[in-house]
């Protein structure tokens, strides 16, 4: 049972657009979420992470939007960059484990 | 070198032998975990450690065996290779508790089970 879901196995954006990655998930427990981003041949990078209390966090370039009642969340980027181009996983953790569940990532293509 | 490092990133392998991947990190960390990447099922959490001899099962443990004697190290091993095992094999840490709950992943162990 996939508890947390990436439907879109791979998207490409222009140069300059919002990227919009998204991620479902179905485990009511999950209080903090996580976007990892994965360059080939090397290990995930964290990228920006929310809270469960919150519904947006912005870095630079990059926001995570939650909606619980949804049980979704995206991760925005904008502008996007060639070197944007990237596996990004979604990652979510629920309170009594330290372990995170991935989903099964999106490859993004940023083209010039 | 301060880090997160996993011995080889390269294994090839046969049916049947036994095989031993490395993960050893510097921060002592709490926390360390070993997972597999396929195509279309993303991560996968094989085995946890909370701390030094303790460990538990993830989502697809059959077939691998862990330890933990010592906070920095985590060996994965694989007790009789079998092809469904070939994958990406990354090992990962963290603190227990903190500001936010992230993992600093290893480049990864590509090993292939011929």
């Known amino acids: 049972d996939q508890q947390v879901k990436q439907n879109s196995p791979s998207l490409s954006v222009q140069e300059g657009r919002i990227s919009i990655l998204n991620c479902d998930y179905t485990?009511?427990?999950?209080?903090?979420f996580l976007w990892y981003k994965k360059y080939p041949a090397e290990g995930p990078t964290f990228l920006i992470s929310?809270?469960?209390?919150?519904d947006k966090n912005e870095d630079g370039r990059f926001t995570v939007f939650l909606n619980k009642s949804a049980k979704h969340l995206s991760l925005h980027i904008v502008p996007s960059q060639p070197g944007d181009s990237a596996v990004y996983f979604c990652?979510?953790?629920?309170?009594?484990?330290?372990?995170?569940?991935f989903g099964t990532g999106t490859r993004l293509q940023v083209t010039l | 070198d301060a880090g997160i490092t996993q011995s080889p990133r390269y294994k090839i392998t046969e049916t049947g032998r036994q095989v031993t991947l490395m993960c050893h990190q510097t921060?002592?960390?709490?926390?360390m975990f070993w997972y597999r990447q396929d195509l279309g099922h993303g991560l996968r959490l094989i085995y946890y450690?909370?701390?030094?001899?303790?460990?538990d099962k993830g989502e697809v443990p059959d077939g691998y065996v862990v330890s933990r004697s010592k906070t920095e190290n985590f060996p994965l091993t694989l007790e009789s290779a079998t092809r469904s095992q070939t994958s990406v094999y990354f090992c990962?840490?963290?603190?227990?508790?903190?500001?936010?709950?992230?993992?600093?992943f290893g480049s990864g162990t590509r090993l292939t089970v011929v």
């Open positions: 990962a840490s963290s603190e227990s508790g903190g500001r936010y709950y992230g993992y600093t």
């Open positions: 485990n009511s427990m999950f209080d903090y």
């Open positions: 929310i809270s469960s209390i919150k």
């Open positions: 990652a979510a953790r629920s309170g009594t484990a330290s372990k995170l569940t």
């Open positions: 921060w002592s960390h709490s926390y």
């Open positions: 450690s909370a701390a030094a001899d303790i460990t």
